[in-house]
């Protein structure tokens, strides 16, 4: 069974932090995907990882995949309000028929 | 440019009643997805279509939940005699392309609540 687990399960941080956020399994992935989901909406993409050892930048957000592809993490510079959210990583089941989520981290930030 | 729609927004059904949630996709996208999301926790996947055939219903919780896409494009996820455990968001993705390996959009969901 595939599995992704997430941790921190939640994060209360100041404005201006930085931090971290860990995506985990015993399984590989051909890939991974990260959203952000804001409360009364759905989750949003924003970045997917393929090659083992991949670093990807979106401004202040820092997205790495693991060599072996079992694992992933975000890495927020400088946390702003506005980066408040759940953040979900996501990978497709081996029937590559859907993406099996992890339960999140919801991530507070606070000017 | 519209995206993914999901119609109502909010359901409440008492324990028993039939429910039926609609999804309307991005236009031309191949896969829709439903997924069901409990509080503060990630979707959990319940099906998959590409186009007008459901490829995949592993995820159905039981033989109450039922989904169609007759004309790929629209579609409704059903459930039958809804439980208290029902109670969650559903969520409609829609991807461009056949398969779940790439980019899903979702839409906002429907919060149904059954008491």
């Known amino acids: 069974t595939q599995l992704l687990e997430q941790s921190p399960q939640f994060l209360s941080i100041q404005e201006g932090e930085n931090l971290t956020v860990y995506c985990n399994s015993s399984?590989?992935?051909?890939?991974l995907q990260w959203y952000r989901q804001e409360p009364g909406e759905g989750p949003v993409l924003l970045v997917t990882?393929?090659?083992?050892?991949e670093v990807k930048k979106l401004k202040r957000l820092t997205f790495q995949f693991g060599d072996a592809r079992k694992d992933s993490s975000l890495h927020i510079t400088a946390a702003q309000p506005g980066d408040t959210g759940l953040y979900l990583c996501?990978?497709?089941?081996?029937?590559?028929?859907?993406?099996?989520f992890g339960k999140g981290t919801t991530l507070s930030v606070s000017s | 440019g519209a995206g993914v729609s999901q119609s109502p927004r909010y359901k409440v059904a008492k324990r028993g009643q039939d429910v039926a949630l609609r999804c309307d996709p991005i236009?031309?996208?191949?896969?829709l997805f439903w997924y069901q999301q409990a509080l503060g926790q990630g979707p959990e996947f319940l099906t998959y279509?590409?186009?007008?055939?459901?490829?995949?219903k592993s995820g159905l919780p039981s033989d109450r939940f039922f989904a169609e896409r007759p004309e790929g494009s629209v579609s409704t996820l059903k459930i039958q005699r809804t439980q208290q455990e029902d109670s969650a968001v559903y969520l409609c993705?829609?991807?461009?392309?056949?398969?779940?390996?790439?980019?899903?959009?979702f839409g906002p969901g429907t919060r149904l609540t059954v008491l």
């Open positions: 993705a829609s991807s461009l392309v056949a398969g779940g390996r790439y980019e899903q959009f």
């Open positions: 399984s590989v992935f051909s890939s």
């Open positions: 990882v393929v090659t083992g050892g």
């Open positions: 996501a990978g497709p089941n081996q029937a590559g028929t859907a993406l099996i």
């Open positions: 236009s031309g996208h191949v896969s």
């Open positions: 279509f590409q186009n007008e055939a459901q490829l995949d």
